[in-house]
């Protein structure tokens, strides 16, 4: 007769190299810059409530704009690397679709909900979905925030020409400063924070996305770390994975 392994048997496991070291330094600089923002941005939003002076609000936007700098020049790095990368870091690993993905997608969901979740190197199926409504966020909140820094700092790429746009006539555009109302034309201004307007409206739904998505994918690893398994979170740091059953994405 033919005798069953028992349940108590230990599983086996095996380990596999999952991010490479300019991936795990994008996630984890990514994730304090983000911090930074959304901890200055909520001041900022209350700046009238907090009393900040003048001085205070643009040396505070400056702080902010100064973490949208640091992230910015981040995700381009990470961008530029996905060409590069390799099977799990790189822009097929990242992003959702390609021969199979659906198929991939829905053994992916059954296993969860079965109690027998597979086990990814890279990211799973649903996560790529996950990773890449992230990676659109940032990208528009980035965006709009360097428009926005033009307008209220008139700093790099588009501040110089924003400064054009409102220097009073005679004024040389270089010298054009945040809060010096005598070096600009108001009818000009009124016109710049008119146009500003729309930029800032995204940038805010962004920003309150953005911490929601954040939370939700906190929140999925630290499901995914405990219903799965796989050393998820430690992998950010070491670069590699445990895994007990063997991988769809397996090298």
Known sequence: MTQRPSSDV??????????????????????????????????ILNDDALGLSAGGKILLKSIHASFGYVMAINLLWRFIWAFYGDR???????????????TSLRAYVLSFLSGEPQQFVGHNPLARIGISVLFLLLLIHLTTGLVIAGTDLFWPPFGH?????????????????????????????QAMRAFRAPFVQVHEF????????????ILAVV?????????????????????????????
């Open 206 to 217: 962004a920003f309150y996305t953005l911490a929601v998505v954040i939370t939700l994918h």
């Open 88 to 102: 799990y870091t790189g822009w097929r690993g990242i992003l959702p679709g390609g021969s199979g993905y659906l």
């Open 223 to 251: 499901l995914t770390e405990i219903h799965e398994g796989g050393s998820i979170t430690s992998a950010m740091f070491t670069g590699r994975k445990i895994l007990t059953r063997k991988p769809p994405d397996a090298q």
């Open 10 to 43: 230990a599983p086996e496991f095996k380990e596999f190299v999952a991010w490479d070291a300019p991936t795990r330094w994008f996630h984890w600089i990514n994730a304090l810059a983000v911090l930074a923002l959304i901890a200055t941005g909520l001041v």
């Open 161 to 189: 020409w924003f400064a054009q746009w409102v220097a009073a006539p005679g004024v040389d555009p270089t010298s054009v400063q945040p809060g010096a109302s005598d070096l600009i034309d108001k009818a000009s201004y």
